[in-house]
């Protein structure tokens, strides 16, 4: 069983760039695709990126294409998520998850495995 640690979230003004972590433990990450999601206050989890096991896929959600950027290194058993040009409607609480899948899914109920999360918050 893998245990996921997110990391990075802060305050930031609209415009700037940020960078998530996602740190695995108990287990090797190559053996996951994973993927980041979001929820925002009063809304439901939404898919964000994932990225297959080796890293060679990648997908996105339309609201973040162009500037978001998902990656992985499986020897640092990390994952990152790079953002930039944040909007307010960025603000989030952000969740990566681990599937056993080999490239991933956009839907939370194939994960079984589910970080903490941690805040991100975009200001105008």
């Known amino acids: 069983q893998v245990q996921l640690v997110e990391s990075g979230g802060r305050l930031v003004q609209a415009g700037d760039s940020q960078r998530l972590s996602c740190e695995a433990s108990?287990?090797?990450?190559?053996?996951?695709?994973m993927g980041w999601f979001r929820q925002a206050p009063g809304k439901e989890r939404e898919f964000v990126a994932i990225?297959?096991?080796?890293?060679?896929?990648?997908d996105y959600a339309d609201s973040v294409k162009d500037r978001f950027t998902v990656s992985r290194d499986n020897a640092k058993n990390t994952v990152f998520l790079q953002m930039s040009t944040l909007k307010p409607e960025d603000t989030a609480v952000y969740y990566c998850?681990?599937?056993?899948?080999?490239?991933?899914?956009?839907?939370?109920?194939?994960?079984?495995?589910w970080g903490q999360g941690t805040q991100v918050t975009v200001s105008s």
């Open positions: 998850a681990a599937s056993t899948r080999t490239t991933g899914s956009r839907y939370p109920n194939t994960y079984a495995f």
């Open positions: 108990g287990h090797t990450l190559s053996w996951y695709s």
């Open positions: 990225i297959s096991r080796t890293g060679g896929t990648t």
